[in-house]
């Protein structure tokens, strides 16, 4: 699977004259740029657990967790995880709602839990059911390893070249339309791999604002 580095070398053979014009950073904010738009399609459903620490209230997410993206929070009903103990659902609740009840909610990048455990509330399980983000990619990790599945990962390099093509006081139409015309192509498999993924189990893949008989 090509890193970030790889990517962007392969921009560069593709446009050579673009490194003048458009930095790494540029370059690669249009690969996260890519990355955000296709992801929805992409995405799958991750577990996210921890334990309950005693008067504490403010835990750490995932780091490819985001707030709107979580399915369901649940917390054990037992400190003894033998699989025999039961589960109580968490809901969301907003910043200018009232905690109340069981539920969560956004704690500025981290979560919060409601009602604050006990004194003697540490290690009940909580079980974080949630949709992956993508890594956002950077000049400063270049070895990293874009989210988009592998046999997709071309669609970051078309939509790069594609937007440098495009941009400037002369841009090339006929390289952009070259650029785009493979953007679309992968990017009409990447749905229908989706699709055919949802036709199979339908609440696999869906997200709590869209739903999943949204396109």
């Not at 995405?43 to 657990?49: H, K, L």
Request: charged share 20%; aromatic share 12%.
């Amino acid at each position: 699977m090509p890193s970030v580095q790889q990517l962007l070398n392969d921009v560069r053979i593709r446009m050579p004259g673009s490194t003048a014009t458009f930095t790494d950073g540029v370059v690669v904010g249009y690969m996260n740029d890519c990355q955000n738009e296709i992801f929805r399609y992409m995405a799958s459903t991750d577990i996210y657990e921890f334990d309950t620490i005693a008067s504490q209230a403010i835990y750490n997410m995932a780091s490819d967790m985001e707030i709107d993206k979580i399915n369901s929070v649940q917390m054990s009903d037992s400190t003894v995880i033998d699989g025999t103990e039961g589960y109580v659902t968490y809901e969301f609740t907003g910043i200018n709602e009232t905690l109340s009840g069981n539920c969560y909610y956004d704690a500025l990048g981290q979560i919060g839990i409601y009602p604050v455990p006990s004194t003697s509330g540490s290690g009940y399980k909580v079980k974080i059911h949630y949709e992956a983000s993508p890594v956002q990619l950077s000049t400063n990790t270049l070895s990293t390893i874009p989210s988009v599945n592998d046999e997709y990962q071309d669609i970051l390099k078309w939509r790069a070249c594609r937007d440098i093509a495009g941009s400037g006081n002369s841009p090339d139409t006929s390289l952009t339309m070259y650029y785009q015309g493979l953007y679309d192509k992968l990017f009409k498999m990447i749905k229908m791999d989706f699709y055919k993924r949802r036709a199979k189990n339908p609440r696999e893949n869906y997200s709590r604002s869209e739903g999943w008989w949204n396109g």
